[in-house]
């Protein structure tokens, strides 16, 4: 038997595209005279559809959208993800379903049993988890199907009370197949790997696994398709970060003795080409090509600036220099040359005149009291009402370019330096913008030398520097990343030998941040713990704050 | 044997203050001669504390404060809500627990079964449900204890596969116990009160029902704890709003044989209360005193200055009129009197000045282009900057003045006028702000008539009005309930009469918004589906759109 896996870039509740793509690929199929094609998880609604799953509507046009694919399956089966109605009263109205065609119409469908509801996945807010196993049987050969999560619960301390591969074993099955819907981080395709490995070595049958590819606002959706042998040979690989369709025959598969090379990339070339994936899909789902964005001389904003030329052409991106009289020489200089060696279109536009305008406007309401915070944010708020003025005349999207250390302690400007459509790097600690600097640059200079190594400052008062306000990021970053992707508290923080009134400190700086970080654009994850959906908080709490 | 119902306002992850109110009540208990006071739902660490739930530091700063509260159960016992670890390898790592003490230490844990995973509620993304029943015995009283949702899935079509009760009445239990947190929506007291009343006629089991009260964030808990006698009359009524703490024989609530006369308010009292109590608590909660505003002239800021008035003081409430060369007389006028009727302090900061700098500024990046959406967006983020630069120089809160409608649709400009700390009347369609203005004004002219009665408009350019861009709001509004409460699509909203062109771009401009909902603040809910936690859309996406 022959399967093709379609690994494929959809567009969330876009029917008439999604369909014609399946619709595309299974043509592709029958030309190729495979089998079987296998598209991802929710492939026809696009994923994840979020709340679109509480609409009827939604639902009924996944639907006849089913109905339509089914029509084109002639001499040919497909399995297609879909959300369906699960006809019994008791339970949530939708299942998450793998939805089996052939002979022009669907034959069967099964549900996904384990439905992930942490970090990011919100599964069990619309789905009811599937109870029934039973495989499928499609020329002479016995398929255990499963969607996604289905098989990432094999470790020693389960999330589940149930494993729905332990359960179709008893069918006997000749192979596994599973669609899934699994978002990038920076060491995700290593554990991706290791768990499909597990799965085979555990089960001792081959695995189809077809994964999405492109991104939806923040998630990032890496491809990465693949093809076990049941010894845990590497029988098939499909592409990072771009689509791809290959067709497997089934029988080389099982007695595949010898895998492929894989070189899986290293973790900054890998978070260089989601965030360029990242920046491009936005770019084109929403429909449009223009970007704009602050450029400061500082490390962030380059790093923005390069990403979002590759992503979608250095000509369509925007550098605006707005300098004050806080501004260094050397930030203008710096900025410039980056624009001119990547090849961006740069404007300066002093904010000198515009901050006075303001301070002799509300000096007489400031009732003579010292400069404080406040008038360094109406700096940064001055540069957002330019880059949006621009932005609204244009059309250009504004790119946020602040990075996640900031973001995690509060430091930036709400309605100032935090405004922007999409958040770049607001994912990357700083420690990890210079590593993905040092990345860009491992060939030749393209971002200037000295925006990479002058002390990183805001320069929003006379010789200020971020280190006047925080401890080093060397250190910093590791508390945040013990705080916040492993969810370490302050009495284990103290025992890893971290200083406690410095924990204290940081930590409390996480926390009374959370007011700003409820009102930041949405941030490409790259992380296993990314601010955003995946990380929810209350704003009014006192808890180490 | 005599039950005391505790209905408090906790502070999320605020151990020391919810430790000690707790205790406060058991003694209070004992001096009144309780023989068991009950506690709401995750009452030790306050409800909800989301993904603070995923440290293991915040789950051992609960134990040790039921630990704490249990050596005070002394001759008492009491019912305390608390996350617990799930001792079983598998499934999840906690419980949503309701921990019943007495003799001075903790005797029994219940745990919730049924996990509420939809609107604002997330619980099966911490939480295993329970799926072992048993009753709690004390003083000879057979106690059926369950929390919150497992009594609400009592309807002909269940969201969930098994019911608690149903189980929990194999052990002849003689009284129901809930505790729960079930947060206020317009028509919410009312609702609650019918499913509680729905129980005890079921189960023919007197029903002792306590909840929270107090706002978190945008979660507002309206109390409104009750007792019901096994025949479905009202034996106890707690307040609603405010903290309140009442004790009942149990003999006397199973004979109770007419029900108090309950007066649940309408749902524009409600709102009002529930408003102001948000505001309040967001104002407590996060230690400060001072709010400000932009006054505008309209409506909705006149609604906000009123309530903000209310929570926090006149004194502590500062209107800022902002001015522009669109701005009409009247709208100076009208704001002035609504500020010296009300009592509170008015700074008038005309804008022309600050936008002509900005004019100038722009206008040679601006091409020659006319006049756009780009300069009225200016002139409301030299507003936000005004606003913004006060709130930083002296601490003010910046309120947030849009309405349900205008987020819909989009009618706002992102770091301008959508700016703030906390959006007060996010949740109420136009339609309903008059309605809450009539309900303000009812007795006496608070807010001046001509804000009331004048034709609403931005005034961002010469003589705009809501409706040159927008359905009139009775029509709008409509359509906009329709889609957001109800999920209606374009195919049933047709079928409901309304008209398929106005349809197809009111839902267009909703689902393109997405964007500027994700970056606004957090809105006080008060309807059953408010934009924020409760509603997650996607940004990018093609759907309807």
Redesign the interface.
């Known amino acids: 038997m022959k399967i093709a896996l379609a690994q494929l870039n959809f567009?969330?509740?876009?029917?008439a595209?999604n369909t014609n793509k399946i619709i595309d690929y299974i043509h592709q199929g029958i030309l190729e005279k495979a089998d079987l094609v296998v598209f991802p998880e929710l492939a026809v609604c696009?994923y994840?559809?979020?709340?679109?799953l509480?609409?009827?509507?939604?639902i009924?046009r996944c639907d006849e959208a089913l109905q339509e694919i089914a029509s084109h399956c002639q001499g040919i089966a497909a399995i297609v993800g879909s959300p369906s109605f699960n006809p019994d009263?008791?339970?949530?109205d939708l299942f998450n379903s793998a939805v089996f065609m052939t002979d022009g119409k669907i034959q069967s469908l099964r549900h996904k049993t384990l439905l992930p509801?942490?970090d990011i996945f919100?599964e069990?807010?619309y789905f009811?988890p599937n109870k029934e196993f039973n495989i499928i049987e499609y020329k002479g050969q016995r398929i255990a199907l499963t969607i996604c999560e289905d098989l990432w619960d094999i470790q020693?301390?389960?999330?589940?009370?149930i494993n729905p591969m332990d359960e179709l074993m008893s069918f006997n099955p000749d192979l596994m197949i599973n669609i899934a819907a699994s978002p990038f981080h920076r060491h995700q395709a290593r554990i991706r790997q290791q768990i499909m490995l597990d799965n085979v070595t555990r089960y001792n049958l081959p695995l189809f696994y077809v994964n999405h590819v492109g991104?939806?606002?923040e998630l990032i959706f890496d491809g990465g398709s693949m093809v076990l042998s049941p010894d845990g040979f590497i029988a098939g690989q499909l592409s990072f970060f771009k689509e791809d369709f290959q067709i497997f025959e089934l029988e080389n598969v099982i007695n595949c003795k010898e895998s492929l090379s894989v070189q899986l990339r290293n973790p900054d070339e890998a978070v260089y080409e989601a965030l360029v994936s990242g920046i491009r899909?936005?770019f084109e789902?929403?429909g449009f090509g223009k970007a704009i964005l602050g450029l400061s001389g500082g490390i962030d904003s380059a790093i923005v600036m390069v990403l979002a030329a590759e992503a979608i052409g250095p000509e369509n991106v925007l550098g605006v220099l707005m300098p004050s009289q806080f501004s260094s020489d050397h930030s203008v200089n710096d900025a410039l040359k980056l624009a001119e060696i990547i090849g961006c279109p740069a404007?300066v536009?002093p904010?000198e005149?515009?901050y006075h305008?303001?301070d002799s406007?509300?000096k007489p309401?400031?009732e003579n009291?010292p400069f404080?915070?406040?008038?360094e944010?109406?700096q940064a708020?001055?540069r957002?009402?330019?880059l949006?003025?621009?932005s609204?005349?244009f059309g250009h999207i504004l790119l946020n370019t602040s990075n996640k250390s900031e973001a995690a302690v509060g430091y930036g400007t709400?309605?100032g330096d935090m405004?922007g459509?999409l958040s770049v790097i607001g994912d990357l600690y700083k420690v990890e913008v210079y590593e993905l600097a040092r990345f860009i640059n491992r060939n030749m200079e393209i971002i200037p030398d000295n925006i990479i190594t002058k002390p990183p400052s805001a320069e929003l008062r006379p010789d200020q520097k971020d280190s006047d306000s925080l401890p080093d990021y060397e250190i910093l970053d590791k508390v945040l990343f013990q705080y916040i992707e492993n969810?370490?508290?302050?009495?284990?923080l103290a025992e890893m030998g971290f200083e406690k009134t410095m924990v204290d400190r940081i930590l409390k700086l996480v926390n009374t941040s959370e007011?700003k970080r409820?009102?930041?654009?949405?941030i490409l994850r790259v992380s296993s713990k990314a601010f955003g959906?995946g990380?929810?908080?209350?704003?009014?709490?006192?808890?180490?704050?």
């Open positions: 567009h969330i509740g876009n029917f595209e696009g994840p559809p979020r709340d679109f509480e609409f009827d509507d939604f009924s009263l008791k339970g949530k509801n942490y919100d069990y807010r009811e020693d301390d389960p999330m589940y009370t991104a939806q606002t899909n936005y789902k929403l404007k536009i904010i005149e515009a305008s303001f406007l509300l309401h400031f009291l404080s915070i406040a008038e944010n109406i708020r001055i957002a009402v330019i949006m003025g621009l609204n005349k709400l309605y405004c459509g969810r370490k508290g302050p009495r284990e007011y409820y009102q930041t654009p949405p959906m990380r929810r908080m209350p704003i009014v709490a006192k808890y180490l704050s």
